[in-house]
């Protein structure tokens, strides 16, 4: 799933456990994540684009701060 605000980069999430934000244009990887214990299934910035949660399967969601 990619979750992807204009000037923000996109995230990738899956079944890896890890969350990715991605450049939208170049593809470079900007951020990489791990904290939850099940795979990822979605991500959402907030509406400041400071932060942004992702939930997983193992039922928790984190709070993360853009790099």
Do not use: M
């Not at 934000?21 to 900007?30: Q, R, S």
């Not at 997983?56 to 853009?66: F, H, L, Q, Y």
């Amino acid at each position: 799933q990619l979750a992807c605000p204009l000037d923000l980069g996109c995230h990738s999430v899956g079944e890896d456990f890890w969350v990715r934000v991605i450049d939208f244009n170049t593809g470079k990887e900007l951020d990489c994540q791990k904290g939850h214990h099940g795979p990822v299934h979605s991500v959402r910035w907030a509406p400041d684009g400071s932060r942004y949660a992702s939930g997983s399967e193992d039922g928790t969601v984190r709070i993360w701060a853009k790099a």
